[in-house]
């Protein structure tokens, strides 16, 4: 199975400030297709998670511009720009090139 | 508005069953795989199970091949996740989604304990 390997595992930042998450698979996620089939997820507290990031750098609809995915092959990082109240809450990396999906441990993002 | 709404879950004794339901709208659902994923109280997400568009392919995580059946009607616009022989570290709560994760429900909690 790929394991994908988060870090930090806590996150504390100032508001106003960027944060950055890293996000490494056991094994490169290039499909067959060409594509990789990165994403990423926020889970506000109490809340179900929603999809940031799909396919490393694409946003969903709705998703605000300070979030950005990056990365290739192994490696892969979500960038909040300016880190605001409404971004607290856990963020986890998943693949969908390989089965089973599998989950990232997520990172917790609070504010200092 | 695509809408997910999961529904079935409870309390439930080691060696049970659940049947949980997940009611679609919104979106064509009959073109649409469907993924069931699962959070252990305090825990990370956890793939559970998916199923393409037609039904015709299903995979399931390791940890409950053999137990838990994934299966759907498109003409109602549901999938459902019978889950049998239900195990202690089962519990958490079930959430289904779009695809790959697009969109998810609100989730359904089971509670799996004697």
């Known amino acids: 199975d790929v394991v994908l390997t988060q870090s930090p595992l806590s996150l504390p930042v100032t508001l106003g400030q960027p944060a950055s ?6 094994e490169s996620l290039v499909d067959s297709d060409g594509n990789t089939y990165l994403n990423w997820f926020q889970q506000r507290p109490g809340q179900s998670p929603r999809r940031l990031i799909y396919t490393v750098s694409n946003r ?9 995915g990056s990365g290739s092959g192994t490696d892969f990082t979500l960038k909040i720009s300016r880190v605001e109240a409404e971004d607290v809450g856990v963020y986890y990396c998943m693949q969908n090139t390989h089965w089973p999906l599998t989950f990232g441990g997520g990172t917790k993002v609070e504010i200092k | ?9 409870g309390f439930v004794q080691p060696g ?3 049947r949980l339901s997940c009611a679609a709208s919104g979106f064509t659902f009959w073109t649409s795989a469907m993924t069931w994923v699962r959070q252990a109280p305090g825990k990370g997400l956890e793939w ?10 299903k995979n399931y995580a390791d940890s409950v091949k053999g137990r838990f059946t994934v299966s759907r009607e498109n003409s109602r616009n549901s999938v459902f ?9 089962d519990t958490g709560v ?5 695809e790959a994760g697009d ?10 304990s004697s």
Do not use: H
């Not at chain 1, 969903?60 to 950005?68: A, E, I, L, Q």
């Not at chain 2, 079930?94 to 779009?98: G, H, I």
């Not at chain 2, 969109?103 to 799996?112: A, D, E, H, S, Y």
């Open chain 1, 21 to 26: 998450i890293s996000c490494r698979s056991s």
């Open chain 1, 60 to 68: 969903d609809s709705g998703v605000p511009d300070r979030f950005s």
């Open chain 2, 1 to 9: 508005e695509v809408q997910l709404v999961e529904s079935g879950g």
């Open chain 2, 16 to 18: 049970g069953s659940l």
């Open chain 2, 48 to 57: 559970v199970s998916s199923i393409s568009a037609s039904g015709g392919v």
């Open chain 2, 81 to 89: 996740l019978q889950m049998n022989s239900l195990r202690a570290d």
């Open chain 2, 94 to 98: 079930y959430y289904c989604a779009k």
């Open chain 2, 103 to 112: 969109f998810w429900g609100q989730g359904t909690l089971v509670i799996v």
